[in-house]
């Protein structure tokens, strides 16, 4: 259990927001303090309705967005860009330049795959 103090009565924005923000201390912990693997993981239970309807569907009214997209941000995969000079595997793999992709990594075993079928877009009737 970890306990926080809360606003007073007059200050307090209200229920729904100290539970939507302790979900959020919670999951903060869990980043910074647990090893988590990429595939793991994290539930959290609360009593708020509101609150598990807030994380289960990413939907929350525009007051509460600053606590949705940092815990989204604590729990997703990050795309960075490198530029394609400084990432040669990369840059030759989008150009399907294999040669030069097993020159700098012989090992490398390069496959093709099939999106899943939600990201080739919308279904023509």
Do not use: K
């Amino acid at each position: 259990m970890f306990p926080m103090p809360t606003s007073s009565p007059t200050t307090s924005p209200g229920i729904f927001y100290q539970e939507a923000l302790a979900v959020l201390s919670m999951l903060h912990w869990c980043t910074s303090h647990l090893s988590l693997p990429a595939h793991m993981h994290v539930a959290i239970f609360s009593d708020n309705a509101n609150t598990v309807g807030m994380f289960n569907s990413l939907r929350v009214q525009p007051d509460y967005n600053g606590l949705l997209t940092t815990a989204v941000d604590l729990l997703l995969l990050r795309a960075l860009h490198i530029p394609g000079d400084d990432n040669t595997v990369a840059n030759a793999l989008s150009h399907c330049h294999f040669d030069i992709t097993y020159s700098v990594v012989p090992s490398l075993c390069v496959t093709t795959f099939q999106p899943p079928q939600l990201t080739l877009g919308v279904v023509q009737l």
